[in-house]
């Protein structure tokens, strides 16, 4: 089997568009990111060996499916051993222990069966905010979601949409398109919506302190129907406006939120919106599932 030339030639589109250095994936000037992940995170360079792997399973493993493709690299990134350890995690709430290896794959069946719901059959514009590499948006379609909707990787990270557009080119039936995008300046000009647009953030708006109120005023005005999906660790947001006593992990991952200057308001600004007559939040799960020190909260809501 040989490399398809129009997969080669994406590779070197790719690098070049996005101003990637050749060989390494790496940016050849730097990014600005906000203050909390340059000083605790820095994603830029966290999707460079993704980028790698992708390269990897095309060029040397010449592999030209994308559900391959897929598994091989979210297999590549980290390599690690299987860990059949005791993992101590959040669930439904409680504190709970399952095998190491496992835990990830609750969460993403959990992201994938939600999206899903969401889209049912008439979905026509899809959007994941903070999509990373593309994984989960990959494998949105990949497990049934709409065939022939489009599919918007909101990413803020040039190697991340780098990622998506390399491993998009291995399947022409998916209309997916990487876009340059901000929470704190949300611009959806790029996005070609139709009647019906789901969009959903999975740990992506956990690294925006306060949220702009015209994120979502922008997202509503994208088509007559919006409905939107949040797994974001906000647990104790819900719950203190709640008036509720937080439990000892929650009030642990408050803190910690506090220190790394994670987000403080998607929770009170859905409300606020909720009040306002834009939305009406069908569903909230705080404290879903997750690690005990960053457990997720499911959120779930549609335009009024």
Not at 156 to 167: I, K, L, Q, S
Not at 250 to 264: I, T, V
């Amino acid at each position: 089997m040989t490399l398809r030339r129009d997969v080669k030639t994406s590779l070197r589109r790719v690098a070049k568009r996005f101003g990637l250095a050749s060989g390494n994936g790496r940016l050849t000037d730097g990014a600005t990111r906000s203050p909390n992940i340059e000083r605790f995170k820095d994603y830029e360079q966290n999707w460079a060996p993704v980028l790698e792997s992708i390269k990897w399973v095309m060029e040397n493993e010449e592999e030209t499916s994308l559900s391959r493709a897929v598994a091989l690299v979210s297999g590549m990134y980290p390599v690690a051993p299987v860990n059949y350890d005791s993992f101590q995690i959040v669930s439904c709430g409680a504190l709970a222990q399952v095998p190491a290896a496992g835990f990830a794959g609750i969460y993403t069946d959990i992201l994938l069966k939600s999206v899903h719901e969401l889209c049912g059959k008439t979905a026509d514009t899809i959007l994941e905010l903070g999509s990373g590499w593309g994984s989960y948006l990959f494998r949105a379609w990949l497990d049934g979601g709409p065939r022939d909707a489009r599919y918007y990787a909101c990413e803020y990270t040039r190697t991340g949409r780098a990622c998506t557009e390399a491993m998009a080119a291995l399947e022409p039936n998916l209309s997916i398109k990487p876009v340059d995008f901000d929470y704190r300046q949300p611009d959806f000009s790029a996005i070609e919506a139709g009647a019906r647009t789901v969009v959903y953030t999975s740990h992506s708006i956990e690294q925006v302190d306060v949220l702009p109120r015209s994120l979502f005023e922008n997202l509503l005005s994208l088509s007559p129907q919006v409905s939107g999906l949040h797994l974001e660790p906000v647990g104790w947001q819900v719950r203190r406006e709640r008036g509720e006593r937080l439990p000892a992990f929650s009030e642990a991952h408050m803190r910690r939120c506090q220190k790394y200057e994670y987000n403080r308001n998607l929770w009170p600004l859905l409300l606020e919106l909720q009040s306002d007559g834009l939305i009406d939040v069908q569903e909230v799960i705080p404290d879903l599932i997750g690690m005990d020190y960053n457990p997720t909260t499911l959120i779930r809501w549609v335009k009024r």
